[in-house]
C-alpha cells in the first residue's frame, strides 16, 4: 500500500463546476498538508497548506483535512479553463529530517 | 517571497558529457534543498535531499556517482549529471525548505524545472 493514494484521472469538468480532488494516506504522523498545481512542463507551485485538521480558504479554493478518516480534499469553486492542471497532494510529519510524501498527481481538464 | 529559481531551464546535450543544473532561493535561507526527477504524465521522484554543508541523502536506485549533488551554501545547490546519456533525458525539479519569516519551514518551494535532453 502506498503511502499516499491519489487518483490520477484525468478529470474533466465544465467550466463553472465545483471540482473535488482527494488524497487518502496512511500514515497517522503526517501533520502537515499541502496542495500543489503543476501547468504541463512547469515546476509545482504552492496552492494551501494545512497543519492538522480542519478547514482552510483563500479565493475559490477551500482545503479539507480529516485525520481521523486520513482523507484530504482540495475544493475549486467556479472552475476556469485556467486550472486545467495536474494537482498534487502532499504531506510530511512534525519530526526533524521530515520527507514531504506527494500523491501521483490529479491530471483535471475544464472546457470552456 | 519563497522563490526558488533554477538554471538553465532546458538543456540538450550530447551522449557522454556532463550537465550541471543550478538551484537557487531567491529570497530565503535554504536549510534543505530536494532534487526530483519528472517522467511526462508522471509525478515527482525524489532523488535526493540535501542539507547545507552537508553529503546529499540519496534516494535507493538512484547512482550518487552519476548525479552529483553540492549545497554549498543556504541559497545555492547544485545537480551534475556526469556521463549523461539519453536515458537521463527528463524534467529535473529542486525544491527548497527554510527559514525566513514569510517562509513556513516545512513546506517545500519548488523550482520551475530544468528539461534535460540527451542526444
Known amino acids: 500500500q502506498k503511502e499516499v493514494e491519489q487518483d490520477p484521472g484525468p478529470l474533466s469538468v465544465p467550466e463553472g463546476a465545483i471540482v473535488s480532488l482527494n488524497c487518502t494516506y496512511s500514515?497517522?504522523?503526517?501533520?502537515?498538508f499541502m496542495w500543489y498545481r503543476q501547468y504541463s512542463r512547469k515546476g509545482p507551485e504552492l496552492l494551501m497548506y494545512?497543519?492538522?485538521?480542519g478547514n482552510k480558504e483563500d479565493g475559490r479554493f477551500t482545503a479539507q483535512v480529516d485525520k481521523s478518516s486520513k482523507y484530504i480534499s482540495l475544493f475549486i469553486r467556479d472552475s476556469q479553463p485556467s486550472d486545467s492542471a495536474t494537482y498534487l497532494c502532499?504531506?510530511?510529519?512534525?519530526?526533524?529530517?521530515?520527507?514531504?510524501?506527494f500523491g501521483a498527481g490529479t491530471r483535471l481538464f475544464v472546457k470552456a | 517571497g519563497a522563490v526558488v529559481s533554477q538554471h538553465p531551464s532546458w538543456v540538450i546535450c550530447k551522449s557522454g558529457t556532463s550537465v550541471k543544473i543550478e538551484c537557487r532561493s531567491l529570497?530565503?535561507?535554504?536549510?534543505?534543498m530536494f532534487w526530483y526527477r519528472q517522467f511526462p504524465k508522471q509525478s515527482l521522484m525524489l532523488m535526493a535531499t540535501?542539507?547545507?554543508?552537508?553529503?546529499?541523502?540519496?534516494e535507493q536506485g538512484v547512482e550518487k556517482d552519476k548525479f552529483l549533488i553540492n549545497h554549498a551554501s543556504l541559497t545555492l545547490s547544485t545537480l551534475t549529471v556526469t556521463s549523461a546519456h539519453p536515458e537521463d533525458s527528463s524534467f529535473y525539479i529542486c525544491?527548497?525548505?527554510?527559514?525566513?519569516?514569510?517562509?513556513?519551514?516545512?513546506?517545500?518551494?519548488f523550482g520551475p524545472g530544468t528539461r534535460l535532453t540527451v542526444l
Open positions: 540535501s542539507n547545507e554543508g552537508s553529503k546529499a541523502t540519496y
Open positions: 529570497d530565503f535561507q535554504a536549510t534543505t
Open positions: 500514515n497517522s504522523a503526517f501533520q502537515y
Open positions: 502532499a504531506m510530511s510529519g512534525n519530526t526533524g529530517g521530515f520527507k514531504t510524501i
Open positions: 494545512t497543519y492538522s485538521s
Open positions: 525544491s527548497a525548505s527554510g527559514r525566513n519569516p514569510s517562509v513556513d519551514t516545512d513546506t517545500q518551494y
